[in-house]
């Protein structure tokens, strides 16, 4: 498996992944799944902004996932914070993909010069939490009853970990 920079002709892979995800499991709260060029105009905005997507891809092409970061909010004082995005291919979860890819993407947001970062949980997936923990995140909160699918209420979760040196430092340019 390699951790590699998305490129638009993972778009589909990509849309195919989620989808699963849109359709079956509580973790998005979106419940039509986008089409590739959706996918390629979200991870345009992404990349564009220079923030990191990420996949994991097997040494045929294939991928067995993709993660992403965008700033928490559009507002200026949020600009050092990150909220990551991950999916992982259903028939390659529970084999160490979704803990290198959001290594990986901790590493990449710390370089872009995040300092906190946070996970908003959809459903409260307890393999999200429970990854997210791996990787040093605590839990910052929890909404109950937030969102519908599937016949029933969900939670989202929230968890947060500093990135770099967090907030202990100012930032080394703050136009702000």
Known sequence: MEIRAARPDDCP????IYAHHV???????ETEPPD????ARRMDRVLGSGWPWLVAAQADGSLLGYAYATQFRDRAAYRFVCEDSIYIRNDARGHGVGKALLAALVDACTAAGFRQMVAVIGGAEPAS???????GFAVAGRLSAIGRKQGRWLDTLYMQRPLGPGSSEPPAIEPI
Request: hydrophobic fraction near 50%; avoid cysteine; charged fraction near 15%.
């Open 23 to 29: 359709l079956y499991g509580t973790a998005s709260y």
């Open 36 to 39: 590739p060029a959706e996918m």
């Open 13 to 16: 892979a990509i849309a195919g």
């Open 129 to 135: 939490e429970a990854l997210h923990a791996r990787l």
